[in-house]
């Protein structure tokens, strides 16, 4: 890479690290604020508190990375223009073509990285993260309950009491537990309680139950059941664990799958780098190369407003997918085919404006 080159590409990544840098403290500080609203490290502890941000965090950077790689462009670039240095560095005989190639240069590695992060590291984030969220979430998790003490669900209609409870094997004793169900309601009372944790993905959490009787009380029937049972396990997993679940599958199993929702993940994770180079492509031409043509406010406005429209998009063309709204092919390639149409025909307009300006 020549001198020019390589000034042009450390334009771009010195932003890119500055940038990458604040939007990963930004995010962790918010995964962090949020988590301690939940009271989470009543439930875990600060220890997994600070693994499921570092988690979070992770599987983040899919999206932080091409947000950061289209601020650096913006960014470098944009000074370059303002300084009258890309005007320099034009009449020195660099075309814009090889701006472009340059930028490319970063934009290819970066564009890489963020694939590899999406298609091997975020699932097993997701995967590791699947654990603490089971624990931290669950409304049956018996780290929250005190011994002696009703805890109630308005959102579920669901009671329980703890009689006695020791909090080093997670064991209880006399526990009574009440929900209500749209044909009827449920109470299960128990002698002894032990809540299991999962200790791989594939396991879910649930509470082992002993020596104890399950009442269905019925709004139909003339007749309630009444169930004695000496071990009976009670699931107390939330309701995204299958979606959870698809994020945290590896990238051979969702490539065998013919279920649209895994073809939906399985395109997203590979879509990754191509979105991360069109959008720095796409910030190379919110810069005027022109001379004595300042950047204005409007040019930065405009394109957080093009970057915003194109991650919407990409997530409704997920959607889509997933759905079934739209097949396999063009699957959620349609999106970045349209924009590297319309790369290229702005590509074209602007050699033929140039060409124009030549012969004048």
Same mark, same amino acid.
């Given at each position: 890479?020549?001198?020019?080159?390589?000034?042009?590409?450390?334009?771009? !990544?010195?932003?890119?690290?500055?940038?990458?840098?604040? @939007?990963?403290?930004?995010?962790?500080?918010?995964?962090?604020?949020?988590? $301690?609203?939940?009271?989470?490290?009543?439930?875990?502890?600060?220890?997994?508190?600070?693994?499921?941000?570092?988690?979070?965090?992770?599987?983040?950077?899919?999206? $932080?990375?091409?947000?950061?790689?289209?601020?650096?462009?913006?960014?470098?670039?944009?000074? @370059?223009?303002? /300084?009258?240095? @890309?005007?320099?560095?034009?009449?020195? %005989? =660099?075309?814009?073509?090889?701006? =472009? $190639?340059?930028?490319?240069?970063?934009?290819?590695?970066? %564009?890489?990285?963020?694939?590899?992060? !999406?298609?091997? =590291?975020?699932?097993?984030?997701?995967?590791?993260?699947?654990?603490?969220?089971?624990?931290?979430?669950?409304?049956?998790?018996?780290?929250?309950?005190?011994?002696?003490?009703?805890?109630? !669900?308005?959102?579920?209609?669901?009671?329980?009491?703890?009689? +006695?409870?020791?909090?080093? /094997?997670?064991?209880?004793?006399?526990?009574?537990?009440?929900?209500?169900?749209?044909?009827?309601? *449920?109470?299960?009372?128990?002698?002894?309680?032990?809540?299991?944790?999962? #200790?791989?993905?594939?396991?879910?959490?649930?509470?082992?139950?002993?020596?104890?009787? =399950?009442?269905? $009380?019925?709004?139909?029937?003339?007749?309630?059941?009444?169930?004695?049972? *000496?071990?009976?396990?009670?699931?107390? /997993?939330?309701?995204?664990?299958?979606?959870?679940?698809?994020?945290?599958?590896?990238?051979?199993?969702?490539?065998?799958?013919?279920?649209?929702?895994?073809?939906?993940?399985?395109?997203?994770?590979?879509?990754?780098? &191509?979105?991360?180079? &069109?959008?720095?492509?796409?910030?190379?031409?919110?810069?005027?190369? !022109?001379?004595?043509?300042?950047?204005?406010?409007?040019?930065?406005?405009?394109?957080?407003?093009?970057?915003?429209?194109?991650?919407? &998009?990409?997530? @409704? #063309?997920?959607?889509?997918?997933?759905?079934?709204?739209?097949?396999?092919?063009?699957?959620?390639?349609?999106?970045?085919?349209?924009?590297?149409?319309?790369?290229?025909?702005?590509?074209?307009? +602007?050699?033929?404006?140039?060409?124009?300006?030549?012969?004048?």
């Amino acid at each position: 890479m020549k001198l020019i080159e390589r000034y042009i590409a450390r334009e771009i !990544s010195l932003p890119f690290t500055v940038v990458i840098l604040i @939007l990963v403290g930004l995010f962790a500080s918010f995964i962090s604020a949020r988590l $301690l609203a939940g009271a989470v490290t009543e439930t875990l502890g600060v220890s997994a508190l600070l693994k499921l941000v570092f988690l979070k965090t992770l599987i983040a950077l899919e999206v $932080l990375i091409p947000i950061a790689l289209y601020i650096s462009v913006i960014i470098g670039l944009g000074r @370059l223009s303002k /300084d009258q240095e @890309l005007n320099i560095i034009r009449t020195m %005989g =660099v075309s814009g073509t090889r701006i =472009v $190639l340059t930028v490319l240069t970063v934009a290819i590695p970066v %564009g890489l990285i963020s694939g590899m992060l !999406s298609s091997y =590291v975020r699932p097993w984030a997701y995967a590791e993260s699947y654990m603490l969220d089971a624990q931290a979430e669950a409304e049956l998790n018996t780290n929250r309950f005190q011994a002696g003490r009703f805890y109630g !669900s308005e959102k579920t209609g669901r009671v329980v009491y703890v009689r +006695s409870k020791n909090d080093a /094997d997670k064991e209880m004793q006399n526990i009574f537990h009440y929900i209500k169900k749209k044909e009827g309601s *449920e109470i299960v009372i128990a002698k002894q309680a032990r809540q299991i944790q999962p #200790a791989t993905k594939e396991e879910r959490p649930h509470i082992l139950l002993s020596d104890g009787v =399950v009442y269905e $009380l019925s709004k139909t029937a003339s007749i309630d059941d009444v169930i004695r049972f *000496e071990k009976m396990t009670y699931f107390i /997993d939330n309701d995204y664990v299958l979606n959870y679940r698809r994020k945290a599958a590896a990238t051979r199993t969702l490539w065998e799958s013919t279920q649209p929702r895994d073809i939906a993940e399985l395109q997203w994770r590979l879509s990754r780098p &191509l979105s991360a180079i &069109l959008m720095a492509l796409i910030a190379v031409t919110f810069i005027r190369i !022109s001379p004595r043509q300042d950047k204005t406010e409007r040019t930065y406005i405009a394109a957080a407003l093009v970057f915003a429209a194109y991650y919407n &998009l990409s997530g @409704l #063309a997920r959607t889509w997918v997933e759905q079934s709204v739209v097949g396999s092919i063009p699957g959620v390639w349609w999106l970045d085919l349209l924009m590297l149409t319309g790369l290229g025909m702005y590509a074209l307009l +602007s050699n033929k404006k140039r060409l124009f300006a030549r012969t004048q």
